[in-house]
């Protein structure tokens, strides 16, 4: 059974940074994506950004150039590098991972005072 297990979650000022890594496991099959997604108190899930098995990226407008996503296959692990957070970047963080189905973490909270 494939688990996923996110950390690096925490509080933090608004212009500050955290690094929120995915530990993949379970599985001998190769990883197909790694995506993050957020969850704010009353608004559904939202899409974050995502890191293909090729190394390409997509990620929601208004991260882009603040957030860096990466993986590391040898290791199973990917990674949420966040930069210039803001407040609205406030919300519980997901992990997805796509390994012949898709599976999720359990989320870790990220706050961002002002």
């Known amino acids: 059974q494939v688990q996923l297990v996110e950390s690096g979650g925490g509080l933090v000022k608004a212009g500050g940074s955290l690094r929120l890594s995915c530990a993949v496991s379970?599985?001998?099959?190769?990883?197909?994506?790694i995506g993050w997604y957020r969850q704010a108190p009353g608004s559904q899930r939202e899409f974050v950004a995502i890191?293909?098995?090729?190394?390409?990226?997509v990620y929601k407008d208004s991260v882009k150039g603040r957030f860096t996503v990466s993986r590391d296959d040898a290791k199973k692990m990917g990674y949420l590098q966040m930069d210039n957070m803001k407040p609205e970047d406030t919300a519980k963080y997901y992990c997805?991972?796509?390994?012949?189905?898709?599976?999720w973490g359990q989320g870790t909270q990220v706050t961002v005072s002002s």
């Open positions: 379970g599985s001998t099959f190769r990883i197909n994506a």
């Open positions: 890191i293909n098995s090729d190394g390409s990226t």
């Open positions: 997805n991972a796509i390994v012949r189905g898709s599976y």
